[in-house]
């Protein structure tokens, strides 16, 4: 049985899914994450604390470990931990692991541009620029890029601090706000840069694949049939298969293939993001991971090394990582789709209504809510996290995107201003 180490950073909205999985495969887990289980005693062999800020210490205390426990795989679950995974199983030499620094290309996004660059691809201008800049800086990275440009943090996910700005003030007061997002999520004091984008208009889809030996097999197209022309960039509705033509289609997974051999990415999930500007496919962004948040509960997967067998995104994941073929692989639904519900209100969550009805319209095969009521919440573009999500499947995505609307409707989320003073105490009543 092999032992696969799991790096699920403590926030992670991935860590059920995986932990199925690898149950469901029969597989012994080691859970790596930044903080100690209540119960770590009980759990020795099974479990590790690794500070996932600090990749390549976590590699060595990964190594003191696996000298007595040993690994097989190490698979990151997401956006947090993909360089410490990375950084570990190349120091445990585990089979099926990518290079280090085709990962922190990935994590950074001016590395993945300056790859992309450098393999031809077409991509949007860019400049760098930092946290400090005034506006003679801000002025020369507009220079470069031209209006409207988008800013955005190097190295965080989900949209977050990601700001549309149409001209020169507006791109002034996008570096503003997100540098003060950046000085208040970096305790440390060690402040990311940012990038500044021409902006790229066009439709915008999503690719979910998995890369073996180099080779990216591609799961699914998801359209996002939402708008997403700023000024932030909110993510809602996720629908596949995806309504472009069979040329536009093809271009996607074109460009898609072609990042991720630029960036040298052998194996394990990718989330791609491409925009089609008059047809030509750009790269938005690849992220060496599987789709965010609670969305892969959609995904259910066949390959060609069982064919009648349906298998979650995390099972083919986790067989990937352990070295198992598995050959091209299909969606089993016709169609499917998610809504991820943003929050629309910084404030206090009240309460959602509504999830019951929401839930009985004919397509909709789940509500779940992910934020407990009475907790503070914060919309784009300074929040990371999603009010719930809504799962639907069918015959064709026109049939599942309209379920996802009209359940979200149903939908009736109470969002308070926040107390002056903070949260108040629950009622007892
Ligand atoms: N240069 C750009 N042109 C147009 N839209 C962009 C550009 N960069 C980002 N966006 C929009 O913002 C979203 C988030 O940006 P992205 O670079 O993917 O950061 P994140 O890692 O937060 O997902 C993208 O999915 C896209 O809709
Ligand atoms: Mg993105």
Redesign the pocket.
């Known amino acids: 049985m092999p032992r696969v180490m799991l790096i699920l950073p403590t926030e992670t909205y991935r860590a059920t899914a995986f932990l199925h999985a690898a149950e469901e495969l029969g597989l012994q887990v080691v859970v790596a994450s930044n903080e100690a289980p209540t119960l770590a005693a009980l759990m020795e062999g099974r479990v590790l604390t690794l500070d996932l800020r600090r990749p390549a210490e976590s590699a060595e205390r990964a190594a003191d470990f696996a000298s007595r426990w040993p690994v097989d795989a190490v698979v990151g679950v997401d956006e947090g931990s993909v360089l410490t995974a990375a950084t570990v199983a190349e120091r445990l030499r585990t089979p099926s692991r990518n290079p280090v620094q085709s990962v922190a290309a990935t994590r950074d ?1 001016r590395l993945l541009r300056q790859r992309l660059t450098e393999n031809g691809l077409p991509q ?1 201008r860019f400049a760098a620029l930092d946290v400090h800049a005034g506006a003679a800086d801000i002025d020369s990275a507009i220079s470069v890029t031209g209006l409207p440009c ?1 800013i ?1 943090p190097v190295d ?5 601090g ?1 700001i549309r700005a149409d001209d020169r003030t507006a791109a002034g007061a996008a570096v503003v706000r997100v540098a003060s997002l950046l000085r208040e999520i970096c305790a440390d004091g060690s402040v990311s840069p940012l990038l500044v ?4 208009d066009g439709v ?1 889809v999503a690719l979910e694949g998995l890369v073996h030996q180099g080779v990216l097999e591609v799961i699914a197209i998801f359209d996002k049939p939402d708008p ?1 022309a700023g000024p932030f ?1 909110e993510e809602t509705i996720y629908v596949t298969p995806s309504r472009l033509d069979d040329p536009a289609q093809v271009a996607v997974i074109s460009a898609a293939r072609d990042a991720v051999t630029a960036l040298g990415l052998q194996h394990g999930p990718v989330h791609a ?1 491409v ?1 089609m500007a008059d047809s030509v496919p750009i790269v ?2 690849v992220a060496a991971r599987s789709i965010g948040g609670l969305c892969s509960q959609i995904i259910r997967v066949e390959c060609d090394d069982a064919p009648g067998e349906t298998r979650s995104l995390e099972n083919v994941i986790l067989r990937e990582a352990c070295g198992l073929e598995l050959g091209a692989m299909h969606m089993v639904d016709r169609a499917c789709g998610v809504f991820m519900l943003p929050i629309s209100a910084a404030g206090i969550l009240r309460g959602i209504g509504g999830a019951n009805l929401a839930e009985s319209i004919p397509g909709i095969t789940g509500v779940t809510l992910s934020i407990p009521v009475g907790q503070p919440v914060v919309p784009l573009p300074e929040g990371d996290r999603y009010l719930g999500f809504i799962f639907a499947r069918g015959d064709s995505p026109e049939p599942v995107e309209s379920a996802l609307r009209e359940a979200q409707a149903l939908l009736d989320v109470d969002i308070r201003e926040m107390p002056p003073g903070g949260i108040e105490p629950p009622s007892t009543g």
């Open positions: 996004k949007p988008v955005k965080l996910a989900a949209s977050r990601v984008e021409s902006y790229v915008e997403l960039f993001e925009r938005i962004e």
